[in-house]
């Protein structure tokens, strides 16, 4: 397994990639698929498709859930026009174990002066 990786390291990264130019959004081709998978580490949806730089617009959420985000997904094909989605599931995934009731009473225990607006909040859909 790879070190841990800081923030400051991502930015130094970023410092110098960004002296490089990148093309405006008409010059490159748009994808066509829209992904939604899981964001466990161990799925890596441009590995395990060989997904190329373009071919598709990769979302992640725990479990692999769309709803998080489906306003987005609205908002983004008014401008790409996607073809396709695609949703991925995977084994032995440990947010699909989870259920809305638990994820709040752990908040809860973690904010005990929260409940109400954690009793609010819409969790992504890990009953269904």
Known sequence: MGAQVTVEDLLKRNA??????????????????FIVTCCD???????????????????????????PHFQGLLFLDQIIKFSEIMIIHHTDCSAAVLKSDDVRTALKTSAPGKSSDIDDLVLPGFDE
């Open 41 to 67: 580490p161990r799925v890596d949806p441009v590995e395990m498709l060989g997904l190329e730089r373009y071919e598709a617009t990769v979302n992640r959420s725990p479990a692999g859930r769309i709803r």
């Open 16 to 33: 110098q990639i960004s002296q490089n130019s990148y093309p405006t959004l008409p010059e490159v081709p748009l994808p066509n698929i």
